[in-house]
Each structure stands twice: as structure tokens, then as C-alpha cells.
């Protein structure tokens, strides 16, 4: 079994996928892919990831605005606490800040930022945080926001290991994508074989960033199984253990989902 802990399933290329949502989540399960996270990043696809979740017992979801996404007017602490009204809903996110294609609306950034972290914080919900080229804003926004009964996951992490152990520090789990697997990743490499097992996760963040053999195609949850095999080669252990590790990780920070 292994988790998929961050996908986008509504933004899939079908047509790479079997022609259908339905044939990708099939082809995923063949290839030992039990459960997956389909992330929300906007109110405009907010229903549509909710619905895909409702519709399948192994997908859950998350609701929130990723940072590129902010726009003018910023989801309130209540309105984000609102769409956590949902069964399926597990996470706050994705959330956090993204200066390297929207450093021009960093005000607004961490605005949103901070309201998720203070819904999660009431709500006891992890949230999921997206950060490039924002290293000491997120983490100054986590201390003074967050809580630490609502510490997430650094999602597709690609910052430095002393950024991931302040994130640890803070009760924060890591998870690493396909990006690992590229040429030029050798520090997050040396990231992947430090972070403690059980605060790792494993992601495709499809349709994006696929893996290694995969490089240059659309990214699907089945492509998973490559990157957790990556890591495990990396780690010295089986991909059994691996996945055995990530999966009860998926199921511990994302308490909703055990219902």
C-alpha cells in the first residue's frame, strides 16, 4: 500500500491517463496505490475536488487557495473554516507563499497564509504548505500563526535540510515528489535520507513534476510508486518498508481520514 499524499486529480491529462478519471485511479491501484489526497488551490475548483473525493473511498481532499492564486479578496479565517464543512475534507491547503512567480503579491500572500494557519489552528486540521524562494517568511508565519496541534506537511519540498529541520522542529512532516529523482537535485537527495521515517511522506503532485522514467509526460498518482522506490534505494530499506512507514505517516497527520 502506498499513499499518494498530494495530487491533483481534477487537472489530470485523461489522455495519458487511459482516457478517463476512472482509469487512472484503476491504474493506480494496480500499481499499489491505495489512497490519495486531491488537493484543492482555489474556491473556483474547490467543488470539483470535493465531489471527485466524495466519489471514491480512498480519496480524500483538502480545501484552501495556493498562493498563486490569491487574488484581491482574501478567504477569511471563517470562510476557509467553512469549507472544512465536508466529510472527506482533511487538510487545510494548499496554502503558503510563492515568491518566485508571485513575489508582487506577497503582501497578499501572507495574508491568506495566515488566515489558514489560524482556521487550522481552531479547527485542529494539519494544513499543507507550498513554499519557493520564501524561506524565512513561511517559517516566521508558521511561529507566529500555526499551532502546533495543527502542524502539516511541507508539501513537494525542494528547500534546504536547514529549513526542513525547522519545520520539524515545529511538528511539520516532509514530503518529497518526483523532483528527487531529477538530475540536478543532489540536496534534496541528502534531504530525503535524513528526514526521520516517520516524518516522511511520499507525493506526485500530479499532473506535474513527473518522476524519473517518466520525465517529460503528464504525472499521475500511479507514478508514485517510482518515487517512493527512489527514496527507499536512497534510504537503504525496501519498498515495502517504505511504503509501510509513509502510509501509517499519511494516516497519522491526516487524523480525519482514519474515519
Same mark, same amino acid.
Given at each position: ?103 508582487? #503579491?506577497?503582501?497578499? %500572500? $501572507? @495574508?491568506?497564509?495566515?488566515?489558514? /494557519? ?6 485542529? =486540521?494539519?494544513? !499543507? ?59 534534496? #537527495?541528502?534531504?530525503? %535520507? $535524513? @528526514?526521520?521515517?516517520?516524518?516522511? /511522506? ?6 506535474? =513534476?513527473?518522476? !524519473? ?47
Amino acid at each position: 500500500m502506498i499513499v499518494d499524499s498530494h495530487c491533483h486529480l481534477d487537472r489530470l491529462n485523461l489522455e495519458q491517463c487511459g482516457g478517463s478519471l476512472a482509469a487512472a485511479l484503476e491504474g493506480a491501484r494496480a500499481d499499489g496505490v491505495s489512497h490519495m489526497l486531491c488537493v484543492c488551490i482555489s474556491e473556483e475548483n474547490r467543488r470539483t475536488v470535493l465531489d471527485i473525493a466524495a466519489a471514491d473511498p480512498g480519496i480524500f481532499a483538502s480545501a484552501g487557495v495556493h498562493p498563486s492564486d490569491v487574488g484581491d479578496e482574501i478567504a477569511s479565517v471563517e470562510t476557509l473554516k467553512s469549507w472544512c464543512d465536508h466529510r472527506k475534507v482533511v487538510a487545510l491547503g494548499e496554502t503558503g507563499l510563492d515568491y518566485y512567480y508571485a513575489r508582487e #503579491r506577497s503582501a497578499q %500572500q $501572507k @495574508v491568506s497564509f495566515a488566515n489558514h /494557519l489560524q482556521a487550522a489552528a481552531d479547527l485542529h =486540521l494539519p494544513v !499543507i504548505v507550498h513554499t519557493r524562494d520564501a524561506r524565512e517568511d513561511t517559517m516566521e508565519l508558521i511561529r507566529t500563526y500555526g499551532s502546533t496541534d495543527s502542524a502539516g506537511v511541507m508539501h513537494c519540498f525542494t528547500e534546504s535540510w536547514e529549513m526542513a529541520c525547522q519545520a520539524l522542529d515545529l511538528g511539520y512532516y516532509i514530503s518529497i515528489s518526483g523532483i528527487v529523482t531529477f538530475r540536478n537535485a543532489d540536496d534534496l #537527495r541528502a534531504v530525503a %535520507q $535524513k @528526514v526521520p521515517m516517520d516524518r516522511l /511522506l511520499v507525493e506526485t503532485d500530479s499532473p506535474y =513534476l513527473a518522476p !524519473i522514467p517518466y520525465r517529460g509526460k503528464s504525472n499521475q498518482p500511479r507514478y508514485v510508486r517510482a518515487v517512493a522506490e527512489y527514496v527507499a534505494d536512497l534510504r537503504g530499506v525496501s519498498l515495502e518498508y517504505l511504503a509501510e512507514q509513509t502510509s501509517a505517516n499519511f494516516f497519522r497527520l491526516f487524523k480525519r481520514a482514519q474515519a
